[in-house]
């Protein structure tokens, strides 16, 4: 028998449509854009994060009926998280900071805020599959869009976006491209190649799974699913890579013989197409590995060890407040490093129990996921969190907006798609459930 579905109330936006215009806020809008007036968190997308956060927490106390028994460990990591940046920030403030560390401080307490609804939100408040597919789908149309601005950036030598005017936000007027070598690093809207390519390296697994599962347009996701590792390349650096490597491995264990073989040879042939097309492109890779120890920013990094080790020792536990270590100090390049010291140990453990718990729960959602369409996603979401996760190690994340909320967007997805496999682990029919919309928590047969 057929259980019906809840309904969304009329005219009222739900946590898909929400979480899209987050995405395309996020995604479409250079991160240079803020309002002006509101500095450091006047960008679009924070804004919207921060109100998310207020939104489910709003659903929480409106809502008339219990939510599913399903565990909610990637929530429960993500408050916890919150919770902690909120002891640390109590704490800084009766530290003898200087002034220029305050406004940083605020700004990051509500990124992280806002981060930690937007996980909340995603995790708890989805409660169709084929709306989460909507919006794995949308999520892999803005990388393939992004990917088609980040190719039509190196062919013409111009940013394009830099151009760009929108009533009420600052113009992005320090975007440009970066050379290495002879490679031209496209940045698509990031702030810099190298956020442009961990945004890319982390949306990539969903590319793959949206790809897999398209019927309407099929041949378009395939173009993106090659255009998209592709870029991921272009970008010329270390963070490109490793954490693109990593999440096309993490697919690849997931894929059958024959896809994998498939993949094998598409990655050959687009490795010889840009060796062809770009001489220099695979010795400039190359150098960068090969000639590390020379490297001025493996140096940097190497050094930051040291450096952390002397912040850390003066705020151990709670740190000198996220957001307040500033490069005027010293550029980490390394985002746990720079939580030890603004976090304190305890700010270090939130994050890695809340990268933990994502893990968790997309592993779960996996073995517990009968249709291969969903477990493809449930991989997705895995590959594209452990990117993050070492994205967090070869750059500050967090100080980016298009990264880590990217990062923090598929940690939310882990958790959704556990919620799935628990309440229908074997493609039971779904059974009806209080949803999130802009109208309030509605379950079956509400207005």
């Known amino acids: 028998m057929n259980v019906p579905q809840p309904r969304r109330r009329q005219g009222w936006p739900d946590v898909v449509t929400v979480l899209s215009v987050f995405l395309f806020l996020l995604l479409a809008v250079p991160s240079p854009m803020v309002i002006t007036a509101m500095g450091q968190v006047g960008g679009p997308s924070t804004l919207l994060a921060f109100l998310c956060f207020l939104w489910w927490a709003w659903h929480q106390v409106a809502r008339t009926s219990p939510e599913p028994g399903v565990?909610?460990?990637?929530?429960?990591?993500?408050?916890?998280m919150m919770v902690c940046a909120l002891a640390s920030y109590a704490r800084s403030a009766a530290l003898p900071l200087p002034s220029d560390e305050r406004s940083p401080a605020d700004a990051e307490l509500i990124r992280i805020i806002g981060a930690a609804g937007l996980v909340c939100v995603l995790a708890t408040g989805v409660t169709d599959r084929d709306r989460l597919w909507t919006l794995v789908r949308r999520w892999a149309l803005m990388a393939g869009a992004l990917a088609t601005?980040?190719?039509?950036?190196?062919?013409?030598?111009?940013?394009?976006?830099?151009?760009?005017?929108?009533?009420?936000?600052?113009?992005?007027?320090?975007?440009a491209l970066v050379q290495r070598g002879l490679i031209t690093r496209p940045s698509g809207t990031s702030t810099h190649p190298i956020e442009f390519?961990?945004?890319?390296?982390?949306?990539?697994?969903?590319v793959f799974a949206a790809a897999a599962r398209e019927r309407r347009h099929p041949r378009l996701f395939r173009i993106m699913s090659l255009a998209v590792?592709?870029?991921?390349?272009?970008?010329?650096?270390?963070?490109?890579?490793?954490?693109?490597?990593?999440?096309?491995?993490?697919?690849?264990?997931?894929?059958?013989?024959?896809?994998?073989?498939?993949?094998?040879?598409?990655?050959?042939?687009?490795?010889?197409?840009?060796?062809?097309?770009?001489p220099g492109f695979l010795g400039t890779i190359r150098s960068m590995f090969s000639g590390a120890s020379n490297d001025p920013s493996v140096r940097s990094r190497t050094n930051s060890y040291r450096i952390a080790e002397l912040y850390w020792g003066?705020?151990?536990?709670?740190?000198?407040?996220?957001?307040?270590?500033?490069?005027?100090?010293?550029?980490?390049?390394?985002?746990?490093?720079?939580?030890?010291?603004?976090?304190?140990?305890?700010?270090?453990?939130?994050?890695?129990?809340?990268?933990?718990?994502?893990v968790r729960s997309a592993?779960?959602?996996?073995?517990?996921?009968?249709?291969?369409?969903?477990?493809?996603?449930?991989?997705?979401?895995?590959?594209?969190?452990?990117?993050?996760?070492?994205?967090?190690?070869?750059?500050?994340?967090?100080?980016?907006?298009?990264?880590?909320?990217?990062?923090?967007?598929?940690?939310?997805?882990?958790?959704?798609?556990?919620?799935?496999?628990?309440?229908?682990?074997?493609?039971?029919?779904?059974?009806?459930?209080?949803?999130?919309?802009?109208?309030?928590?509605?379950?079956?047969?509400?207005?």
């Open 71 to 80: 565990p909610q460990w990637v929530r429960n990591a993500a408050l916890l």
């Open 197 to 206: 390519a961990a945004v890319m390296s982390m949306a990539m697994p969903l």
């Open 149 to 175: 601005l980040a190719l039509v950036q190196v062919i013409t030598q111009q940013v394009w976006v830099d151009r760009l005017s929108v009533p009420g936000l600052s113009r992005a007027l320090n975007l």
């Open 363 to 447: 592993v779960a959602a996996r073995s517990l996921l009968a249709d291969p369409l969903e477990r493809e996603l449930a991989t997705a979401a895995l590959a594209g969190t452990l990117a993050g996760a070492f994205a967090l190690a070869t750059f500050d994340v967090f100080a980016f907006q298009q990264a880590s909320y990217t990062f923090f967007m598929l940690i939310g997805l882990c958790g959704a798609t556990l919620r799935f496999a628990v309440l229908a682990p074997a493609g039971a029919p779904q059974t009806a459930q209080p949803h999130l919309t802009a109208g309030g928590a509605h379950g079956r047969g509400s207005a």
């Open 314 to 358: 003066h705020h151990q536990w709670l740190g000198r407040g996220w957001g307040t270590f500033l490069p005027k100090y010293w550029v980490f390049d390394n985002q746990y490093l720079n939580l030890l010291v603004a976090g304190g140990v305890i700010g270090l453990l939130s994050l890695i129990v809340l990268l933990v718990m994502a």
């Open 229 to 278: 590792p592709l870029v991921v390349l272009m970008t010329g650096s270390r963070t490109a890579i490793v954490c693109g490597g990593v999440a096309f491995l993490v697919m690849m264990v997931s894929w059958s013989s024959r896809k994998r073989l498939v993949a094998g040879g598409l990655a050959l042939l687009m490795a010889v197409a840009l060796f062809v097309a770009l």
